[in-house]
């Protein structure tokens, strides 16, 4: 049982350059989320997608972009990486509403 | 703005002690609360969700209680184990209940044999 699965889990990328985070999740569920983790600033999200073919911004969606690629794929977008966005990167998906958070282990990235 | 912290940053405690985690958040008006477990290097793992109209939920060895009046929180822990040390974090559902969680900090809790 795969649960919520992201790739790479490590990245170490130049100022300026641009990647995707992908995520997906096995579990039909209807919602998925991007965090952040920073060290003395916790988890904060940066987008979610309530349902397949909507998007919505989190609380820090500058420098982003997301993509719900159908319900079981959502990815994340760094255009011009910064080294401001060096994080730990979390997907995450629910059945939606009220519903427990499913998190994957990470995506450690790092912006030199 | 919805704020939540969690006090103390870290808490070390012998094994089969009980003990308290406190989450406190600044609006009252959230659809739920959330208490997850993080082990190092790795993800969130859901431990209780509790509705805005509760009072508490029950897993095994952990309740968790909510004071939606007073904005609080607690994660209470029955004789607690070596296995049980990981970082506990608490987060708030304020915005019509999209799953748009906001975080506290975490508390680091450290069980000694």
């Known amino acids: 049982n795969a649960g919520v699965t992201q790739t790479p889990k490590f990245q170490v990328l130049k100022t ?53 690629l159908n319900k079981r794929e959502f990815s994340l ?31 450690r990235l790092s912006i030199l | 703005k919805q704020e939540v912290t969690q006090i103390p940053a870290a808490l070390s405690v012998p094994e089969g002690e009980n003990l308290v985690l406190n989450c406190s958040f600044t609006d009252s008006a959230i659809y739920n609360l959330q208490w997850f477990r993080q082990d190092p290097g790795k993800g969130l793992t859901s431990l209780l969700l509790i509705q805005s109209s509760q009072r ?23 004789a607690s184990q070596p296995g049980d040390s990981a970082t506990y974090l608490c987060a708030v559902d304020g915005s019509s209940n999209t799953g748009k969680l906001i975080f506290g900090q975490g508390t680091t809790l450290q069980v000694k044999p």
């Not at chain 1, 965090?35 to 989190?58: C, F, H, N, V, W």
């Not at chain 1, 977008?77 to 998190?103: D, M, N």
């Not at chain 2, 508490?56 to 029955?78: C, F, M, V």
């Open chain 1, 16 to 68: 300026g350059q641009s990647m995707t985070l992908q995520c997906a999740q096995d579990m039909n569920h209807n919602s998925m989320y991007w965090y952040r983790q920073d060290p003395g600033m916790g988890l904060r999200l940066i987008y979610y997608s309530a349902s397949e073919g909507t998007t919505d911004k989190g609380e820090v969606p500058n420098g982003y972009n997301v993509s719900r």
């Open chain 1, 77 to 107: 977008r760094l255009e011009s990486a910064a080294p401001s966005q060096t994080s730990v990167y979390f997907c995450a998906s629910s059945k939606g509403g009220p519903q427990p958070q499913h998190f994957g282990d990470g995506t």
């Open chain 2, 56 to 78: 508490e939920q029950t897993s095994g060895r952990l309740n968790a209680s909510l004071d939606k009046s007073s904005g609080r929180s607690t994660l209470y822990i029955a």
